[in-house]
């Protein structure tokens, strides 16, 4: 085994050992897709700000600067989560069963291949991807842990949604056609699930992050330059984190900007 490889298993080996129960009164969310991008970054401000998360994401093993965060934060642990595989899911609910979650983010998400999204071009295997992975898996992790939020003090739901969603906002846009369409039925997803846990006192919000530098935001670009406007991924974390903080349950299953702002359907 090279040196590297062997710091890094022991690195995360370190991680998940000292992945200790939450202390008493210490909020704990459970993120998806944390190694990288945006779910990497809200990982990060929630543990500087005193949380314990549930990091997961499909490859642990390879999830180096999440390990790291989970070395400087022992408060943070490793789990292994595909969203699209629900036998995993199940397994880690179970794992979980009884433990209050006070906040799931479902982070994870893919924009699938532009081309195969295309008038002319379209690709059923690409819509079912993108489907899945953006609009049926989101409801179905939620699903798996809403007894440990409704079971916690701040029962929250987080799903993270697009200004590309917005039927309001896309008034001359003709690409992307499976991510656009996963994101607004997720809106709609949420907007049922919230009617059905009102009454457990669960709030479920939909927060678009901004357009943030991260891989899906340079696929979308297909190389292009970074607009001005555009995000650090720690920025748009900590407005996020921020606006998670003030949610009311008047705000719920309303689509909300990162700075508060009210996004149109
Ligand atoms: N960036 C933006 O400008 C922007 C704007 C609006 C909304 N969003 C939303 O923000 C969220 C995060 O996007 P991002 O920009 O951070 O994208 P990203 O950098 O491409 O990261 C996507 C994350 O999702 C994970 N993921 C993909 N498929 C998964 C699966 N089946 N199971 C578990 N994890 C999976 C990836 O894990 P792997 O490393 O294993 O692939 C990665 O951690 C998405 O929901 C996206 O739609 C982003």
């Known amino acids: 085994m090279k040196t590297s490889t062997l710091i890094s298993t022991v690195l995360a080996l ?19 897709g944390a ?8 990982s ?26 989970a070395v ?3 408060a943070v642990a490793l789990e292994r989560l595909d969203v699209t595989d629900t036998a995993a899911l199940d397994a880690l609910a179970a794992k979980y069963r009884g433990q209050p979650i006070d906040l799931l983010i479902n982070n994870a998400g893919i924009l699938g291949d532009p081309q195969a999204q295309q008038l ?13 992975v953006n609009t049926y898996a989101p409801l179905r992790v939620s699903q798996a842990f809403l007894d440990n939020l ?35 039925a997720s809106n709609m997803s949420m907007r049922l699930l919230q009617n059905e846990v009102r009454a457990r006192g669960v709030i479920v919000a939909l927060i678009s992050p901004g357009p943030v530098d991260t891989q899906m935001n340079r696929e979308w670009r297909h190389g292009a330059p970074p607009p001005a406007s555009l995000l650090a991924p720690l920025q748009s974390a900590t407005a996020v984190v ?24």
């Open 14 to 32: 370190i991680a998940t050992l000292s992945a200790a129960a939450a202390t008493p009164g210490q909020p704990v969310a459970l993120i998806t």
């Open 35 to 42: 190694n990288r991008g945006i779910g990497l970054a809200l």
């Open 44 to 69: 990060t401000v929630l543990a500087e700000q005193g949380w314990r998360v549930l990091a997961t994401c499909r490859d642990p093993e390879h999830a180096d600067e999440l390990k790291a965060l």
């Open 72 to 74: 400087r934060h022992p």
């Open 120 to 132: 002319g071009n379209f690709d059923q295997k690409t819509f079912e991807d993108v489907m899945r």
């Open 150 to 184: 409704a079971a916690s003090r701040q029962k929250k739901i987080v799903t993270l949604t697009s200004r590309a969603g917005s039927l309001a906002a896309a008034v001359e846009a003709h690409d992307n056609y499976f991510y656009r369409m996963s994101k607004a």
């Open 242 to 265: 921020k606006l998670i903080g003030l949610l009311t349950p008047e705000m719920a299953a309303h689509a909300l900007n990162y700075d508060g702002e009210e996004l149109p359907w």
